[in-house]
Antibody
Framework: QVQVVESGGGLVKPGGSLRLSCAAS????????MTWIRQAPGKGLEWVSY????????KYADSVKGRFTISRDNAKNLLYLQTNSLRVDDTAVYYC???????????????????WGQGTTVIVSS | SYDLTQPPSVSVSPGQTARITCSGD??????AYWYQQKPGQAPVVVIY???ERPSGIPERFSGSSSGRTVTLTISGVQAEDEADYYC????????????FGGGTKLTVL
């Protein structure tokens, strides 16, 4: 069935790094935008980043720009999020989700997310 | 930055109709999605592109749009519908950012 499974979370000290992974199955991964969304303890959902099917279009939330890098390997059906310079307020469950988006001749659109993983927990603490 | 505004909480009795609103300047131009999240679980999309219902989502869930406001309606609410609901859209100012509303806690009395 269609699913995405995150991994790579853990406990890290402020200033540290983690690489999160998301394994996709049950659909043609290379056809879809993919996203990362996070949820701090007791808080709402916060979009982090998305990447287009061929990595042409990438966007980051202002809160992570310059510290996080999204990437994908279409041959392996894997999505990544490299998180650097982690801060205490990056503590959250990080969700991978399939995106509903597509390309125009010289642009793209992105609407929302239709398949979510169960999340991986990142705790940033000294 | 672009905001989506939801009421923090909505309460209804079983069998009644729950309406959860979401307001934002870009909503006349951008699609809205609605996600249901139960405690300890990942979000699940219940409405996409303002009013489309994914397969497997009960017919009692519906979406509508009018100007700056989109509405998630749950007709004949059941106890299992108690959850947090988030609206989501895209910023239309050129940033192409994805934005979530603050979430609405639906309590079934």
């Amino acid at each position: 069935q269609v699913q995405v499974v995150e991994s790579g979370g853990g406990l890290v000290k402020p200033g540290g790094s983690l690489r999160l992974s998301c394994a996709a199955s049950g659909f043609n991964f290379s056809d879809y935008f993919m996203t990362w969304i996070r949820q701090a303890p007791g808080k709402g959902l916060e979009w982090v980043s998305y990447i287009s099917s061929s990595s042409t279009y990438i966007k980051y939330a202002d809160s992570v720009k310059g510290r996080f890098t999204i990437s994908r390997d279409n041959a392996k059906n894997l999505l990544y999020l490299q998180t650097n310079s982690l801060r205490v307020d990056d503590t959250a469950v990080y969700y991978c989700a399939r995106g509903d988006g597509g390309k125009y001749p010289s642009s793209y659109y992105f609407y929302g997310m239709d398949v979510w993983g169960q999340g991986t927990t990142v705790i940033v603490s000294s | 930055s672009y905001d989506l505004t939801q009421p923090p909480s909505v309460s209804v009795s079983p069998g009644q109709t729950a309406r959860i609103t979401c307001s934002g300047d870009a909503l006349p131009r951008q699609y809205a999605y609605w996600y249901q999240q139960k405690p300890g679980q990942a979000p699940v999309v219940v409405i996409y592109k303002d009013r489309e219902r994914p397969s497997g989502i009960p017919e009692r869930f519906s979406g509508s749009s009018s100007g700056r406001t989109v509405t998630l309606t749950i007709s004949g609410v059941q106890a299992e519908d108690e959850a947090d609901y988030y609206c989501q859209s895209a910023d239309s100012t050129g940033t192409s950012y994805i934005v979530f509303g603050g979430g609405t806690k639906l309590t079934v009395l």
